[in-house]
């Protein structure tokens, strides 16, 4: 089992629409979440970062963590063309020395105008 | 203003030679982190470090050494290049041992092997 995982996508939404996007986590010794847009020949830059249960808002990014249930997902809502990207979740596992920083495999958004 | 810079941005080389890849961070962060990404397989760890003359090796670090001998540096050699390491190679930094800090990325380095 990987040690996070998302749907590879393509998921398409049209403008305007909210976009959901999932991923799941197996370790339970991991502290901080995150999510990066990627951009296609682009380095990942991060939108969010969530580290407690619950929702975290940021404009029309809405992060949410369920630490029980070892799930955290992004909505972005009023999608548009330019949130077209790769959506990339990534977790902190921490271990005797500090962080280490393991991403899934990324999901693809396509905003149809 | 502070950033982390990859060297070079294209690389193409023959099977069997060794390749050093550059990464150098102005942040004085201390955790680095290599990283590869080939389609359908996201960011997958190669080598990381949390802080001088400390190294770890993530889940794909076979074929690949890293030393650290200060902050700001983190180079990646593949000690005899093969076809199967053809790929995009990203560097990253962050602030804390806890891991609860933003992780900034290098422009990356496409590699090709031959």
């Known amino acids: 089992q990987k040690e996070v995982e998302q749907n590879s996508g393509p998921l398409s939404v049209p403008e305007g629409a909210i976009a959901s996007l999932n991923c799941t986590y197996s370790?339970?010794?991991?502290?901080?979440f995150f999510w990066y847009r990627q951009y296609s020949g682009k380095s990942p830059e991060l939108i969010m970062s969530?580290?407690?249960?619950g929702d975290k808002e940021d404009g029309r990014f809405t992060a949410q963590l369920n630490k029980a249930s070892q799930y955290v997902s992004l909505l972005i809502r009023d999608s548009q063309p330019s949130d077209s990207a790769t959506y990339l979740c990534?977790?902190?596992?921490?271990?005797?020395?500090?962080?280490?920083?393991?991403f899934g495999q990324g999901t693809e958004l396509s905003v149809k105008p | 203003d502070a950033e982390i810079t990859q060297s070079p941005r294209h690389k193409i080389t023959e099977t069997g030679r060794q390749v050093t890849l550059a990464c150098h961070q102005t942040?004085?962060?201390?955790?680095m982190f290599w990283y590869r990404q080939d389609l359908g397989h996201g960011l997958r760890l190669i080598h990381y470090?949390?802080?001088?003359?400390?190294?770890n090796k993530g889940e794909v670090s076979d074929g690949y050494s890293v030393s650290r001998s200060n902050t700001e540096d983190l180079p990646l050699t593949l000690e005899s290049a093969a076809s199967s390491q053809t790929s995009v190679y990203f560097c990253?930094?962050?602030?804390?041992?806890?891991?609860?800090?933003?992780?900034?990325f290098g422009q990356g380095t496409r590699l090709t092997v031959v």
């Open positions: 990534a977790v902190t596992m921490i271990y005797n020395q500090g962080g280490k920083l393991i």
């Open positions: 969530i580290y407690s249960n």
């Open positions: 942040w004085n962060h201390n955790n």
């Open positions: 470090s949390y802080g001088v003359h400390d190294t």
């Open positions: 990253a930094s962050s602030e804390s041992r806890l891991g609860n800090t933003e992780a900034f």
């Open positions: 370790d339970r010794v991991s502290q901080s």
